[in-house]
């Protein structure tokens, strides 16, 4: 059994928060003035020289190679706020208060946990990061579900949590709370994106197929992007649910064969898109013609990862990311060179989110003067920047969504690397994909916890 | 009509597959009485054979990447590629092919080592040991394969020649609509040749005489002097080769990753104890029949009747099956009951 | 009397027993396990694990399934506290009853059998209620997301005493919020009260017929004895405790996934009682905290925090160990639990508890060796 040196802080914070939660009161001052140092909050770094960041990523389970990515970023992130390395996106940041000396004088480090990619885990493991390890913030995930169920836990832990990889309407409509924020895009702003392209690239007298993963997020996707598609004049032929993980997706691909569909959307994500993609091309999907017309494939979230697994059946079939390393700005060439001299290869789109996610929540520290997460929290509402690879950004104070240029792209059909397996074919901008706040309900909670 | 025959081949596929994995589970469990959890992992390691061959014939030379500029990035360009051109690609185009030249050899030593190095401490213990350490192998196994390939899917396309499709329904008469992938066809085919070669085998040659024999009475075969135990471990590295067959020829239609050999596990144990533990025949039946339901009752006009149905039907007829014919489809009476 | 009929060892092992699960918090500060959410997680798969071993550890019927159980408890227990109040003994006892019930229900059907096709059968139960929960049924379940609470909950009985907050409301006994230490006495207490109905169950007559089912069922069959009632008691009993295990889940963090009731994690409970000793009392709960632990400690080491935790050591001794070590830390925590799992079946049948008994036993002899040399030597002189 081994112990790290620095168990004896971990312990004090622990007994601390034990006899304040002992004694039912969990934050005593029933008042707060900006910077207002004496505030009392879980894991209070006080007069320590340090902070805590917990970095909560699925290292076992389906997506551990996403988790890996993730945390890569995670430490580079790290790195850099340290004052280490080349600085990386705190050259490119506008505006920016990070001086490369940690935060507010305080070296940033950081505890890891594993997920699983189940909510169970990734709750217990935020739990002994925040119980144990005394983190300020924790970030991470690779699935909606578990993004949600940490978000809610950090409500009610009062840590804030910085969403990694989630897509789900969800994660910032019906589940919003004031301790979650989320920089990655949603199905909503996927379905807004692809329209426009859609429209372009195939025309408006088209017959889809949907085959959704049958859960929460599969069917936000569908109805995201069936709103869209229908939208532009699109028939929806049928929308069949499939079992999450169900490997051999033929006897459900068999039936578009001859339902008279002439597009085939794939609402799946990670290993059921793998297989299900490359099982549709295997069924000769991509070479049929229907009603005249060429069959399409549409992948409405795609990432790297998923595009490494299906392999070569990727090529010309059309998708939304976050973010592609290929992408030409100060800030996400900044980000790449650092992360590619640091690993040999460029960063994932998860890795990209996770990045400027720590960034953004320390800046924001900065910028508040204080750790006091009520005054963070305020400090990213309705915070705007630019440089960190999207274009111009807004934190939304309404939802905690992140606003910014979505990309549509195409799995590519002469890779000139091995890394160049999709090209961005438009940058939608902002202003397309922006939406009431109001349309997915939720509600965000209250600032002290 | 297209449809039914489609959902039919669909449904010969995956029985195909669920018939393989089980026919070894009930070979292993017929001569050995053991019940092996690690089922699923040695059809994973099949399949990770593939991935292997794959990985050996692309080793790359680097070149460097001037398209990227902000760091250091290289092209990886397969030696044979650069040393025979298109003649190389086209063994690479091949990995998944040649690499069942490989697996045969590499999974028998495999289940040899198994059965030798642990399986054998364990036949006078009781059937939830075996189930547990086997269990535990199979976590082992897949956790190592993990950390050496990820635990991202790894695609291993067919060859070129064969992705398209085949036009089955000019052959039946039922016109241009209906196709269905060369590759699967093949995997069928191969699923009836294996499960054909298993069984002449067992039924057709002394050797598997003799083998059978020993599973109807052990005792009575040792007495006449055969190392019937020898024998048991021979057929032990077979049921390795089926299975590890089975995994390499699913991996053009299934990217193979380090779990997959879990999520065939339940389901196979289930085709097993459907078709009656220790019956071949049953096994086989069993994983075919099995195909076929769940691929009609993901059909839309079932589920719009049953929702959900598609999820739950294999487990719902092992339910049915067990409370109505205990012994399984062909199972013989008393086997593995008390 | 409770006591009554206790031998005086049983006295002492519960008292023994009642003592450490008061001060857990104490004896697991050593190894870095003192935050509430370990302690809470080590009180209630504890309560999980003595209940299937009630089952298994008992009768011999291997449950593949009993994690539904879990599942359906976490659920129940939600329910209440979303449609009548946060007070959390209610939610404990709906979220018992309603495992129980369904337990009756599965264990009625899957007792028609025995041996393997017992385990397949309750394998086939467990995975069609995650697979349904999970999809078709999100309504009751809420799916992927997992039934959460939420600002317009019913909360019914709240609602007449106080006025709604703007934050969510937190689960409580009267009061006392159940998250962090309070959380954890108070699954303690229950893990103790459920060790207490434990020992009386094996001590009991009850208790000695399950034992006689699991050494020969068709003796008793043949005598004229129907096992089924007694073998479906004990699944009922042992689904409960599964339900209560739920359900304090539910209540030191009100959330409930389906993800709970996958076969893998009825695998866990499996692997709990073996690697602690089936048939012992306290091996199951041995086996769930070393677990839990492993999960949640062990998966927490990245190279880094080796790094520091060997920097005592010089560099190159620091950078070996690291080297060896890692693979098993971190992301390869599940390759130790195989490891480590299987060299206690292989080596160890009988799990933790087989291995203290042989280390006991091995001092015993040695110390009456010992003692037997001096008296031979004072003979002698």
Not at chain 1, 391 to 418: I, M, P, W
Request: glycine fraction near 12%; charge should be neutral.
């Amino acid at each position: 059994m081994t112990k790290s040196n620095d168990s004896g802080v971990s312990r004090r914070s622990i007994l601390k928060a034990g006899t304040a939660l002992g004694a039912g009161a969990v934050i005593a001052p029933t008042f707060f003035v900006r910077n207002a140092w004496a505030e009392e909050f879980r894991n209070n770094p006080g007069n320590a020289s340090s902070v805590k960041f917990g970095f909560n990523v699925p290292q076992t389970g389906a997506y551990a190679d996403e988790g890996a990515d993730e945390l890569r970023a995670y430490e580079l992130a790290v790195k850099h706020i340290n004052g280490e390395g080349d600085g990386g996106m705190l050259n490119t940041m506008q505006p920016l208060m990070l001086k490369g000396d940690g935060v507010l004088g305080k070296k940033v480090e950081y505890v890891t946990g594993d997920t699983q990619t189940k909510s169970d885990a990734a709750r217990a493991s935020a739990k002994r990061m925040i119980e144990k390890d005394g983190v300020i913030m924790y970030s991470g995930g690779s699935s909606s579900g578990v993004a949600i169920a940490q978000q809610s836990l950090a409500q009610e832990m009062g840590v804030v949590f910085m969403n990694g990889l989630t897509h789900s309407n969800d994660t910032t409509g019906k589940d919003k709370r004031r301790y979650g924020f989320r920089h990655f895009f949603n199905a909503y702003m996927s379905g807004a994106a692809l329209g426009p392209v859609l429209k372009e690239t195939m025309g408006t007298d088209r017959r889809a197929y949907h085959l959704t993963a049958d859960y929460t997020w599969g069917w936000t996707q569908e109805e995201s992007i069936k709103n869209t598609t229908e939208g532009l004049g699109w028939e929806t032929v049928n929308a069949v649910r499939t079992p999450l993980g169900a490997g051999d997706f033929s006897q459900y691909i068999t039936p578009v064969l001859n339902s008279g569909a002439d597009v085939l959307i794939l609402n799946h994500y990670g290993k059921d898109m793998i297989n299900s993609l490359t099982q549709a091309v295997q069924f000769g999907l991509r070479d049929k013609q229907v009603n005249g017309k060429d069959f399409q494939i549409v992948v409405p979230l795609y990432s790297r990862l998923m595009a490494q697994g299906a392999g070569a059946n990727i090529k010309g079939i059309y998708g939304t990311t976050n973010w592609n390393w290929s992408l030409q700005d100060a800030g996400s060439q900044a980000f790449v060179k650092s992360f590619g001299q640091e690993y040999g290869f460029p960063p994932s789109q998860a890795a990209h989110t996770c990045y400027v996610q720590t960034i953004l929540y320390a800046d924001a520290c900065a910028r508040a003067g204080t750790f006091y997460p009520p005054e963070v929290i305020k400090a990213l509402e309705g915070f705007e920047f630019d440089g960190m690879g999207n274009g111009k950004t807004l934190y939304r104070a309404e939802d905690h969504q992140c606003f910014k240029d979505v990309l549509v792209v195409r799995g590519n059909e002469n890779a000139t690397s091995q890394f160049d397996l999709l090209e961005v074919v438009q940058e939608v901008p902002a202003s397309q994909v922006t939406y009431d706040p109001s349309i997915f309900g939720g509600e965000l909670g209250p600032y002290k916890v | 009509m297209d449809v039914i025959l489609l959902q039919l081949l669909n449904g010969l596929d995956k029985g195909g597959a669920y018939a393989l994995i089980a026919l070894g589970l009930t070979i292993i469990f017929g001569t050995l009485g053991v019940v092996n959890f690690a089922h699923g992992a040695l059809f994973m390691l099949g399949a990770f054979c593939a991935v292997s061959v794959q990985a050996l014939l692309t080793i790359s030379k680097k070149v460097k990447d001037e398209s990227i500029k902000f760091f250091d990035a290289y092209k990886e360009i397969p030696y044979l590629e650069a040393w025979w051109g298109d003649t190389g690609a086209m063994i690479i185009d091949y990995a998944v092919p040649i690499s069942i030249l490989v697996a045969i050899p590499l999974m028998l030593l495999i289940g040899l080592g198994m059965e030798r190095g642990l399986i054998r401490y364990f036949y006078k213990r009781p059937h939830a040991e075996q189930i547990l350490v086997t269990f535990g192998l199979a976590i082992v196994v897949q956790e190592l394969i993990k950390a050496q390939f990820g635990a991202n899917p790894i695609p291993t396309p067919a060859p070129e020649v064969i992705a398209g499709s085949a036009n089955v329904g000019l052959w039946v008469g039922l016109g241009e609509s209906v196709v269905y992938p060369w590759w699967r066809l093949i995997y069928l085919a191969f699923a009836g040749v294996v499960i054909a070669s298993a069984f002449a085998f067992l039924n057709l040659t002394t050797y598997g005489m003799v083998v059978r024999a020993g599973m109807a009475d052990r005792e009575t075969v040792g007495l006449l002097g055969i190392n019937i135990q020898r024998r048991f471990t021979i057929v032990f590295g077979m049921a390795a080769v089926i299975a590890g067959l089975a995994g390499v020829m699913y991996t053009p239609i299934l990217p193979p990753d380090y779990h997959m050999g879990m999520d065939f596990l339940v389901l196979s144990f289930v085709v097993v104890v459907v078709g009656g533990m220790g019956s071949l025949g049953g096994a086989v039946l069993a994983g075919f029949v099995l195909g076929i339901l769940q691929s009609f009752a993901s059909m839309n006009e079932v589920k719009s009747i049953l929702p959900g149905i598609d999820q739950i039907i294999i487990y719902l007829i092992a339910v049915v099956i067990l409370l109505v014919r205990p012994r399984g489809l062909l199972g013989r009476k008393g086997v593995m009951e008390s | 009397m409770m006591f009554a009929g206790l031998s005086r060892n049983d006295k002492l092992l519960f008292a023994g027993f009642t003592i450490a699960a008061l001060a857990m918090p104490l004896l697991a500060w050593p190894v870095g396990a003192n935050y509430p959410d370990l302690l809470q997680k080590f009180a209630i798969y504890g309560i999980f694990a003595i209940g299937f071993n009630i089952l298994f550890g008992l009768t011999g019927y291997l449950s593949f399934g009993h994690a539904a159980f879990l599942g359906v408890g976490s659920y129940a227990a939600v329910w209440m506290f979303k449609g009548v109040t946060m007070n959390v003994i209610p939610a404990v006892i709906f979220g018992v009853l309603v495992s129980g019930m369904f337990a009756a229900l599965i264990g009625f059907i899957s007792l028609r059998r025995s041996g393997i096709y017992f385990s397949i059968l309750t394998l086939a139960f467990a995975q069609m209620s995650y697979n349904l929960a999970y999809s078709v049924l999100t309504p009751i379940t809420n799916g992927e997301t997992g039934l959460q609470l939420s600002q317009d909950d019913a909360r019914v009985i709240d609602r007449m005493f106080t006025e709604q907050t703007a934050g969510l409301p937190s689960t409580n006994l009267f009061g006392l919020e159940m998250s962090g230490y309070p959380g954890f006495y108070f699954c303690c207490v229950l893990l103790i009260i459920a060790f207490f109905i434990a020992l009386r169950i094996q001590r009991s007559p009850f208790g000695m017929m399950l034992r006689a089912i699991k050494t020969n069922q068709v003796r008793m069959n043949y005598t004229g004895f129907n096992t089924r009632p007694y073998a479906l008691t004990a699944f009922i009993i042992s689904g409960m405790y599964a339900g209560l295990a739920g359900s304090l889940l539910a209540v030191t963090d009100p959330l409930a996934g389906a993800e709970r009731m996958q076969w893998t994690a009825s695998g866990e409970v499996v692997l709990m009682t073996i690697l602690g000793g089936a048939g012992t009392l306290i091996g199951p709960i041995l086996g769930a905290g070393l677990i839990k632990y492993f999960e949640n400690i062990f998966s927490s080491y990245n190279d880094g925090l080796l790094a520091e935790s060997f920097s005592f050591l010089p560099d190159f001794l620091n950078d070996a160990l690291v080297f060896v070590i890692g693979p098993f830390v971190g992301e390869g925590w599940s390759l130790l639990l195989g490891i480590v799992f299987m060299a206690i079946v292989i080596f160890l049948p009988g799990g933790l508890m087989e291995g203290l008994a042989r280390i006991h036993g091995w001092y015993r002899r040695r110390g009456q060796g010992d003692a037997g040399r001096k008296v031979a030597k004072q003979a002698a002189e």
